[in-house]
């Protein structure tokens, strides 16, 4: 059976599926309900020196056309709108009597989190991170708790950053780095209204889910390649699949929102028994075994020339190759047991491989 405890400075994780700062993480019992779903760790919601006045509605989920498909959301959430004293006279007790590491998150200005953070860890938690979110001055903010607190500080840094150079930027003043917050400002509108869907200024929101993985994991590459710290990935992590590929581009650990805003608190356990399922299934012991080997990869990706390799045994002859392939050079025939690729018409494109359920379509 694989091992998916972690260890990130000094605290030990039952399993890497953290929760992050947001809705899913708003108030003492609901971290409580995210430990006993299954979630190694917790990460509560980003406090500052006021409660935030939340528009509403805030939160919208993002649908494929086609696939009629959950693929992430849109918010207009800001930090906690609960006042920071109820935090720490209630709210951070309740979390740690969970028995697992607690991660406050803080903001915004070096000023907010020098005069917070030690309160924080006079609250007993274990770790902080610091959201900038946009606002900028990261090695400043990084310096102000640092000096403030003995506690390991996390920086969580905005996509719309260049990821790499501010984390060299901060290594030297914290203990590991959290990518990526939200991305935007992004907008849904009711077509059967004409207005938008979330109540902020403009209608604009902050994407997360499914949508902004992609991005998400093009950053935590580029900061595992850029420093030598610990790297805890947010973006996206709606399956334990998801896990394995933020490990092999070197991160240490996953947070999760949006998953849990659209599956409920069981999904952090979910999440994690996948993860090991397929550790399991590829014959390695931990999530050490893979951690940061596709880095190689991303530096010098192996390219396709011609038609991809075909596992028989594999293929099903399900048909989505065919289905995706622009250029109709794959055949295929469920009842006559038949798979082709016409190699005068494939094109080279990789649509069929990325598609495969079943991993039967390989680069040579």
């Known amino acids: 059976m694989a091992d998916l405890r972690v260890s990130i400075k000094d605290m030990r994780f039952k399993n890497p599926v953290l929760t992050a700062a947001g809705p ?15 979630a190694g760790g917790l990460v509560a919601k980003t406090v500052s020196v006021r409660a935030a006045e939340i528009p509403h509605p805030n ?5 494929s056309g086609v696939l009629g498909t959950k693929q992430g959301m849109l918010n207009a959430e800001l930090w906690s709108e609960i006042p920071l004293e109820r935090w720490l006279e209630r709210e951070y007790a309740i979390a740690l009597s969970a028995g697992l590491p607690l991660i406050a998150s803080v903001g915004y200005t070096p000023e ?9 860890e ?18 400043e903010i990084a310096k102000a708790l640092k000096e403030a607190v003995e506690v390991p500080i996390f920086a969580k840094l905005s996509p719309k950053v260049d990821v790499a150079e501010v984390a060299k930027s901060l290594e030297p003043h914290v203990d590991g780095i959290v990518g990526i917050n939200t991305y935007g400002p992004c907008l849904r ?14 209608g604009e929101g902050w994407m997360s889910g499914a949508a902004l993985k992609p991005i998400a994991l093009r950053c935590v590459a580029d900061i595992a390649k850029s420093v030598d710290l610990p790297v805890i990935a947010v973006g996206g992590v709606m399956s334990g699949e998801d896990v394995i ?20 608190d069981a999904v952090y356990g979910k999440i994690a028994s996948e993860a ?8 390695h012991d931990s999530l050490e075994d893979i951690r940061g080997i596709a880095l190689k990869h991303v530096e010098s990706p192996k390219t396709l020339s011609g038609t991809p390799h075909i596992d028989l045994e594999k293929c099903t002859r399900c048909a989505l190759c065919m289905k995706s392939c622009v250029y109709s050079a794959i055949s295929v025939d469920k009842k006559k047991n038949h798979f082709e690729i016409d190699p005068e018409r494939c094109q080279s494109c990789g649509m069929c491989i990325s598609v495969c359920p079943y991993h039967a379509l390989s680069i040579p």
């Open 245 to 264: 590929e933020y490990m092999m581009v070197g991160a240490s650990a996953v947070q999760v929102c949006t998953a849990a805003i659209l599956g409920g």
């Open 112 to 120: 907010d989190v020098a005069s917070i953070g030690p309160r924080l």
């Open 24 to 38: 899913t993480s708003r108030d003492g019992m609901t971290l409580l309900n995210a430990a006993a779903g299954g």
């Open 122 to 139: 006079e609250a007993g938690v274990h770790a902080i991170e610091f959201s900038t979110h946009y606002v900028g001055g990261h090695v």
């Open 59 to 63: 939160m919208a989920a993002l649908k």
């Open 189 to 202: 509108i009711n077509i059967e209204t004409g207005m938008p869907l979330l109540g902020s200024s403009a």
């Open 276 to 283: 090991r399922d397929w550790l399991n299934e590829h014959g």
